[in-house]
């Protein structure tokens, strides 16, 4: 079996070593790693499937005999760096926002648009955490029912942001419970016992780039730019996982029962769904898992057509590093790297 020169860019970061771990697990072919970061990081020892390996400062030799670069480094990084790996013969898997609406650029959720791959210039764009779960549990049910429109409202955890924002949700949370002042820093107020509806930029429009984002790229990954969608994007104070409310109008009527049914079929969905024993998915449980889980499945009674439910994933795997990987391996497969 033929195997690939991988480069990790962002290797020490929350992303970055799910990377590490996400490889190591599904046994991605590797002749060799190298492992990428800021000048912060550059020295620090990994091991990677029981070899250690040296970080080293991106630079734009970073590239030189690389076969699949996985970048998550920020947006910035990603607007240099992709650019100088894809002119030196690699193929991109970028997890930044910076070339998911580019239309030289496929953005792509294996379960759901893999053949989109195919057209890729040397960079392929993995979407915003949040929109891959609500896309690996609507596109199933939107090829036997066409969706005319989305309301989601999210309730994103603090591992969005980075390690940075882990510590200090854990740092606040102590302060609060021992009576003490808190101070925000990587969020924009206080997340301890708190909610923020405010994730990334506001708009003109009044939204957020990340409720924007969910509109934009759920439409380019789905082809199906009609679809109505409207986003409020929550910060909650919770470590890893995020949870959607999402409430679907179809063309045709739809039965919970159906629903379920088509879902439990589905690649990479599991439906946990019996409210007579509280079951249903939570970001708690759901954290460590490869799953897109949906639960709560429900006739919204404000409409014919609706259908309403409930959607948990762990948003570093399936909402980053294990959906590149599965992109790395469909370009493998297909003999596109
Ligand atoms: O712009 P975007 O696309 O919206 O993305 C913004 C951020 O979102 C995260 C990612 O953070 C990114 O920085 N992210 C991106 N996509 C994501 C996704 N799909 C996502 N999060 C969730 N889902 P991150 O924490 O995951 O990763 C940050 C990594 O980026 C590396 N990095 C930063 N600058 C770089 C760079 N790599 C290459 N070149 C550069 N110039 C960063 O490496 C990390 O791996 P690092 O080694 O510099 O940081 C880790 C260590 O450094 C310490 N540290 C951090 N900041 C400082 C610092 N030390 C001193 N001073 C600082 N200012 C950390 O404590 C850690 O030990
Ligand atoms: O666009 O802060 O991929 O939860 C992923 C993490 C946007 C922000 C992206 C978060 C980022 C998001």
């Known amino acids: 079996m033929k195997k690939y020169a991988v480069a990790i860019v962002g290797a020490t970061g929350l992303v970055g070593q799910e990377f590490i771990k996400v490889l190591e697990q599904r046994r991605f072919p590797m002749s060799s790693v190298r492992l990428c970061a800021s000048d912060r990081s550059a020295g620090k020892r990994i091991f990677v499937n029981h070899t250690e390996v040296e970080v080293q400062e991106t630079s734009s030799r970073s590239f030189e005999h690389i076969d699949i670069a996985l970048f998550s480094a920020g947006a910035d990084i990603s607007k240099h760096f992709a650019l100088v790996a894809a002119k030196a013969g690699a193929v991109v898997v970028d997890n930044s926002s910076a070339w998911r609406m ?19 210039k040397g960079i392929v764009a993995n979407p915003n955490c949040s929109t891959i779960q609500m896309v690996v549990a609507l596109n199933p049910l939107h090829q036997v029912n066409p ?3 989305i309301v989601v409202d999210t309730y994103q955890s603090v591992s969005g942001i980075g390690s940075v924002a882990i510590e200090e949700l854990s740092t606040q949370s102590k302060q609060v419970l021992e009576g003490k002042n808190t101070a925000p ?22 939204y957020t780039k990340e409720e924007w984002k969910m509109v934009k790229e759920t439409q380019k990954i789905m082809h199906a730019e009609e679809i109505a969608i409207s986003a409020t994007c929550v910060r909650v104070p919770v470590y890893i996982g995020h949870s959607e409310a999402i409430s679907v109008e179809f063309t045709h009527p739809i039965a919970p029962d159906e629903a379920r049914r088509i879902l439990a079929d589905a690649p990479g969905v599991k439906v946990l769904d019996d409210p007579t024993v509280s079951l249903y998915p939570h970001p708690w449980a759901a954290a460590g898992s490869d799953d897109v889980f949906v639960g709560r499945i429900r006739a919204d009674n404000s409409h014919p057509l609706g259908l309403a439910m409930w959607v948990v994933a762990d948003n570093i795997r399936k909402g980053a590093a294990l959906n590149a990987v599965q992109i790395a391996e469909v370009l493998v497969e297909r003999g596109l790297v």
Do not use: S, T
């Open 102 to 120: 580019d239309a030289e650029v496929p953005l792509v959720v294996p379960e759901v648009n893999p053949d989109d791959v195919a057209w890729h």
């Open 147 to 149: 969706i005319k429109r």
């Open 185 to 206: 820093h990587v969020l924009p107020h206080q997340i301890a016992f708190n909610l923020l509806p405010e994730i990334d930029v506001f708009l003109d429009n009044g």
